[in-house]
């Protein structure tokens, strides 16, 4: 029997508005997925830290701060020295979409700007980890 997503939503850096990442958030938990919010100010290390501890499928990371590109390049380095690639990353927040290659570019699976639906997150996170799931069960 296949298990609930599980889900790590984190906000990383000194940025405190985390109205974006409590939305959602609430509507992984409505759409049948565990969520684990790590709260403000997380650093990379305790996000990662967090998910593999939680043993997630995936962080979600919200970032308002301008940060992005640091810290979502830590915490994929971060799970690549830890040996947790197999933990997808999307984001969302106020990133510019100039900045979505760059990203991309360092192994995040999606970037979900402002006005994206939940729904629309919520799908990609489905096929993001059914296709992951699929992959360990090849291999």
């Known amino acids: ?3 609930k997503i599980r889900v790590v939503i984190a906000k990383p850096g000194l940025d405190g508005h ?3 990442a409590k939305v959602i958030a609430r509507a992984f938990r409505d759409a049948g997925m565990e969520v684990i919010y790590t709260g403000l100010r997380q650093t990379p290390e305790q996000i990662v830290n967090t998910a593999i ?3 997630a499928d995936a962080i979600g990371v919200s970032i308002l701060s301008g940060a ?3 810290c979502f390049k830590a915490i994929m380095d971060l799970l690549r ?3 947790a690639t ?3 990353v999307f984001g969302g927040g106020v990133i510019p979409e100039s900045d979505y290659p760059t990203l991309l570019g360092f192994g995040v699976g999606a970037i979900f700007g402002p006005g994206t639906p939940t729904t629309e997150a919520i799908e990609w996170l ?3 980890v ?3 799931r699929a992959k360990e069960v090849q291999a």
Do not use: L, P, S, T
């Open 1 to 3: 029997m296949d298990r």
């Open 18 to 20: 985390d109205r974006g």
């Open 53 to 55: 501890q939680e043993d």
């Open 68 to 70: 992005h590109e640091y």
């Open 81 to 83: 020295e830890k040996n």
């Open 86 to 88: 197999d933990i997808i």
């Open 126 to 128: 489905r096929k993001a």
């Open 130 to 132: 059914a296709e992951k």
